[in-house]
């Protein structure tokens, strides 16, 4: 499994940026997939997760509203949209991914993933919002 993450860069606050996540070896259903981030100095924490294939996203309370989480599996990508970006938003974002059926469980094994981790790690791309 491969995740290569795109679209990181530097922002003002209040405005957006898309990041993209091309996935090989890894069919996009039933799977969870997920979002992560890590600031500088600080743990990493979950941002946003799903199964494509019933498209239900959950989300850390502090992006709620602001980021949202989609995927093409036609193309085997998932993106991160993220508005009204916070320089608290600042950090490396990570795609990841999981063999777990996130599908069938639901929220509580989207719980766990955006708490503990997933599986299989991309390597990042930087998100920098100054304010």
């Known amino acids: 499994v491969e995740l290569v993450e795109s679209g990181g860069g530097l922002v003002q606050a209040g405005g957006s940026l898309r990041l993209s996540c091309l996935l090989s070896?890894?069919?996009?259903?039933?799977?969870?997939i997920g979002w992560f981030r890590q600031a500088p100095g600080k743990e990493r924490e979950g941002v946003s997760c799903?199964?494509?294939?019933?498209?239900?996203?959950y989300y850390r309370g502090s992006v709620q509203g602001r980021f949202t989480m989609t995927s093409d599996s036609a193309k085997n990508m998932v993106y991160l949209q993220m508005n009204n970006l916070k320089p608290e938003d600042t950090g490396v974002y990570t795609c990841a991914a999981d063999f777990g059926n996130l599908a069938q469980v639901g929220k509580p094994l989207a719980e766990r993933y955006l708490q503990y981790g997933m599986d299989f790690w991309g390597k990042g791309t930087p998100v920098t919002v100054s304010s």
């Open positions: 799903m199964a494509p294939s019933n498209g239900i996203t």
């Open positions: 070896e890894f069919p996009l259903g039933d799977y969870g």
